[in-house]
């Protein structure tokens, strides 16, 4: 049996490791996987993408130990057992990668089920949001619709697309109303992009969700759905396969959102004083403006009249359906106020002087 080469020892850490350390490895290596081990390789639990996304939702913090996200039961593999044998295990078991472990205990490989989830990503339609009026940006917006403000040398819309392709994606569909011509002339149909681009013409406002019911026919598979004014580094294939870890009909994607109130806060009972908190911090999980929907979701979506995303989902949830949130951990800025269009390219600056710097 010839093995994929990867570099297994890269993959490990120890339980004394930080989380983040775990990401970095997730993030950068080829398993998307972290392994938990002893100094002499002996495996104490394996840490995913989702894995890390799951305790953030729980409240874990990023400088914590390994062990407060891992699984402790990982599921692995002899490294005498036949190819056939190791594919069908996985299948079953609904993995993307698994440890190889000899008699001892000693993790000695990792197999993985495909490099990734959906990879290339042909059959993935991405939707991209991008007929708002954007009026909290004016003057800009009076001669460029929002997502073609210019980022870093390039339309936000533009940086967009390039990272989904970069990942492998290719077909597109622009929801388009306030000057939809600008959007058009810049894409065309996407060949200069080296994607697939059509487009849905919202005659009248549908709503953020309301421009879905224009898709001509049902989508082969889940469909990833952005609005056009965000800028973010997330891995849309982690994504995908954390919808359907969850068997999910609608994914969210959120992000941790803290205010803090700027006056002592007073608990009381009756006359009483019970506590008193000095300028607390509360936090939040604000919706991010990434979804992933499946078709039948989609089918749910309403051909005449205003519809917004957040009325899908409080529809499929009034229904029993899935509905999961993916909350964020990378960089994630919604262009929508002229202090964040400003602080997107301040960082679109450092970014570059950071890549000419490698």
């Known amino acids: 049996m010839i093995r994929r080469p990867i570099k297994w020892h890269d993959a490990r850490v120890t339980p004394e490791s930080q989380i983040l350390d775990a990401i970095r490895i997730i993030d950068s290596g080829p398993g998307g996987?972290?392994?938990?081990?002893?100094?002499?390789?002996?495996?104490?639990?394996?840490?995913?993408?989702?894995?890390?996304r799951r305790g953030l939702l729980r409240g874990v913090k990023l400088d914590e130990p390994v062990t407060a996200v891992m699984n402790a039961k990982p599921r692995w593999v002899d490294p005498t057992a036949s190819?056939?044998?190791?594919?069908?295990?996985?299948?079953?078991?609904?993995?993307?990668?698994?440890?190889?472990?000899?008699?001892?205990?000693?993790?000695?490989?990792?197999?993985?089920?495909?490099?990734?989830?959906?990879?290339?990503?042909?059959?993935?339609?991405?939707?991209?949001?991008?007929?708002?009026?954007?009026?909290?940006?004016?003057?800009y917006t009076e001669t460029l619709p929002k997502p073609m403000l210019p980022v870093g040398g390039k339309p936000i819309i533009q940086t967009i697309v390039e990272s989904f392709a970069a990942q492998g994606f290719r077909r597109f569909f622009f929801s388009v109303n306030y000057r939809a011509e600008d959007i058009m002339r810049h894409f065309g149909d996407g060949e200069q992009f080296g994607v697939q681009v059509e487009y849905l013409h919202e005659t009248e406002r549908k709503g953020t969700a309301g421009a879905l019911s224009l898709l001509r026919e049902a989508p082969p598979g889940p469909v990833i759905v952005m609005n056009g004014d965000i800028m973010t580094s997330v891995d849309f294939r982690q994504l995908l396969r954390f919808h359907e870890e969850h068997g999910a009909d609608a994914t969210m994607c959120v992000r941790e959102y803290s205010i803090q109130v700027p006056f002592g806060v007073v608990e009381t009972d009756q006359h009483r004083l019970k506590t008193l908190q000095e300028k607390p911090v509360h936090s939040f999980f604000v919706n991010a403006g990434i979804y992933v929907l499946s078709p039948d979701a989609l089918a749910r979506v309403p051909r005449d009249r205003f519809y917004d995303m957040t009325d899908l989902f409080a529809d499929l949830m009034a229904e029993g359906r899935?509905?999961?949130?993916?909350?964020?951990?990378?960089?994630?800025?919604?262009?929508?106020?002229?202090?964040?269009l400003a602080q997107a390219r301040t960082d679109a600056v450092e970014r570059a002087a950071g890549d000419d710097a490698s």
């Open 33 to 52: 996987i972290a392994l938990v081990t002893t100094p002499d390789d002996r495996l104490v639990g394996t840490v995913t993408d989702g894995d890390v």
């Open 83 to 139: 190819r056939d044998a190791i594919i069908g295990k996985m299948r079953a078991w609904g993995v993307e990668q698994a440890p190889l472990v000899d008699a001892s205990g000693r993790v000695v490989g990792l197999e993985l089920f495909g490099d990734l989830l959906l990879a290339p990503g042909d059959d993935t339609w991405i939707v991209l949001m991008a007929g708002g009026m954007g009026t909290r940006l004016r003057p």
């Open 322 to 340: 899935e509905a999961s949130v993916f909350p964020l951990r990378e960089y994630w800025l919604d262009v929508g106020r002229h202090e964040d």
